[in-house]
């Protein structure tokens, strides 16, 4: 066994055998004893990817700063965006390390660190330690609210809470055939909007849904939705299957209306089946040109009128960039933004920053007040290709 790969293992072994709140506390201890390591804090990325809040391991002499740290413009920013690790001199003699902590592609926060000695072998340790820290903290957020409180700049509101609650617990998914990344805005209030996600042996199944209404009504209603289709897609039903069920629950259940759009995409072959329940149609990036796709629209979720759903099929090919939305992203104040230039000049960024900007250029469009739910899920299908294990990258 390599020396490497015991002392991660050591490393894993300790965080099982501390309290969930406890993982960067532990981490930190691992760098304090193998390297000396000072000032060891763990920086979440909130909600909508705007701002950091940091979070000082037991015995830290960092600053604990009750404000939230603005991630556009600091070096926290670019470390997140491009995914390298950022190393520095601190001023006093030693060097600052700022280590990205992702897991599967999902931006959960940084590691930041201050070392005397920071050599190759070091670095690509510390590197270590922070990859294995977001599969810690991955695991210990099922067991404390620590990482979910990290997650909030704002307070949330009830509606808001319900909500988020539907989301997936990752809002970011890499995968040989696929890179997709989703936000969702404002993240303290209003409520309706969600997107979901899950991916089996040969299908990736994909939503996005709008609760009519708003406050906790809405959220109810989403609440019914999304549990309609989780059970009708669990239970092995196709698209159309999980559009009636989804159907079938609002009228059976609630008074309210959802739309919606669901897909079912095949692995192998890239096939895309889809339902469109009176949603707004997606966007298709594909060789540089940004187009509506142009589907037949079917009643919404709940409509108590005779209704059939029809799929859809769309083939999807390496190198596009498809984009789900709300009506949130192009109504009211969000409709002065030009989403396909936006989308045009961020094609070959990470979906997770596009999603970032996208969302970012609507707050700014509505002065930070928005009317409605903003949702965007976008979904880059790369193909059926099989690609070598990654590499953390090095230090830029």
Known sequence: MERGDLELGQLLAAAEAAPPGESVNVVAHDLQKRFGAERVSFLFADLIGQQLVRLVAAGGDVADHAEPIDLQGSVYESVLQSQRQHVEPDGQGGRRVITPVTNRGDCIGVLEATLQSADDTVLRQVRDAAHALAYIIVTDRRFTDLYHLGRRTTETSLAAEIQHQLLPSAPCCEAPQFTLAAGLIPADDIGGDTYDYTLDRDTLHLSITDAMGHDTNSALLATLLVGALRRARRSGCDALKQA???????????????????????????????????????????????EEVKLA??????????????????????????????????????????????????????????????????LEACHGNLKDDATVLILDWHGNRRRPPETRPGPQ
Do not use: K
């Open 244 to 290: 009636q069920h989804a159907h079938q629950a609002l009228l059976s259940h609630s008074r309210g209306l959802a739309t919606g759009q669901l897909m079912c995409i095949e692995l192998e072959t890239g096939l895309c089946e889809l339902v469109n329940a009176g949603h707004p149609w997606p966007l298709l990036l594909r060789e540089g040109t940004v």
């Open 297 to 362: 629209v079917n009643l919404p979720f709940g409509v108590a009128a005779p209704t059939s759903y029809r799929v859809q099929e769309l083939q999807l090919r390496p190198g596009d960039r498809l984009i789900l939305l709300t009506d949130g992203m192009q109504e009211r104040g969000a409709a002065a933004v030009d989403l396909a230039s936006v989308l045009h000049d961020t094609r070959a960024l990470h979906p997770r920053e596009t999603v970032r900007r996208l969302t970012a250029a609507v």
